[in-house]
């Protein structure tokens, strides 16, 4: 049963332009969001949030979008650097905290 | 220096033998988690504590156990019960008033 969805496992883009990480989710008593960033044999370490009376929340280079109609939430990185290399978990909140499987962000310099 | 702490890093299991990984936290976090991580999966939840003494069951708590007599400390116990118990396994925590949760560096468990 995957509440939180990530379709692309994989995303690959330019130093310097703008990366668009996106999540799914199915259950509406989510009411927080969260991104995780992930490099190998380490844990993840928290990056962005955003509550659901929100629709955008910005934090230097990292915005979260939130679409509550769609149940879908987005991760914009501009401009993208190639120390952003890594797997990328977005997580859901309600009475417990649900995971995406990730995708795994290459910035090529 | 706050954080949460997992020992060790790698842990070797033989067959028919019961490990523990330590997690150990001085965030004076309320709540700790326990997480396993498969490749190409998301993170799983097994045990989670909200106070000390007592936990709950996750959603793959077969073959594991836990405790919580301190605060600072969950540690995880992989039984023999668990027939697959090859993972990365990542301990959490966070205050109960917050959403946030922050994690340890996560332990590789191998079996021989």
């Known amino acids: 049963d995957q509440q939180v969805k990530q379709n692309s496992p994989s995303l690959s883009v330019q130093e310097g332009r703008i990366s668009i990480l996106n999540c799914d989710y199915t259950?509406?008593?989510?009411?927080?969001f969260l991104w995780y960033k992930k490099y190998p044999a380490e844990g993840p370490t928290f990056l962005i949030s955003?509550?659901?009376?929100?629709d955008k929340n910005e934090d230097g280079r990292f915005t979260v979008f939130l679409n509550k109609s769609a149940k879908h939430l987005s991760l914009h990185i501009v401009p993208s650097q190639p120390g952003d290399s890594a797997v990328y978990f977005c997580?859901?909140?309600?009475?417990?905290?649900?995971f995406g499987a990730g995708t795994r962000l290459t910035v090529k310099p | 220096d706050g954080g949460i702490t997992q020992s060790p890093k790698y842990l070797f299991r033989k067959e028919g033998q019961n490990v523990t990984l330590s997690c150990e936290q001085n965030l004076n976090h309320d709540a700790m988690y326990w997480y396993r991580q498969d490749p190409g999966q998301g993170l799983r939840l097994i045990y989670y504590?909200?106070?000390?003494?007592?936990?709950q069951k996750g959603d793959i708590a077969e073959g594991y156990s836990v405790s919580r007599e301190k605060k600072e400390s969950f540690p995880l116990t992989v039984t023999s019960a668990q027939k697959n118990p090859t993972a990365f396994y990542l301990c959490?925590?966070?205050?109960?008033?917050?959403?946030?949760?922050?994690f340890g560096p996560g332990t590789r468990l191998l079996v021989l």
């Open positions: 955003i509550s659901s009376i929100k």
């Open positions: 997580a859901a909140s309600g009475s417990d905290m649900r």
């Open positions: 959490a925590s966070k205050n109960v008033r917050e959403e946030t949760q922050y």
């Open positions: 504590s909200q106070i000390v003494n007592d936990f």
């Open positions: 259950n509406s008593m989510f009411d927080y």
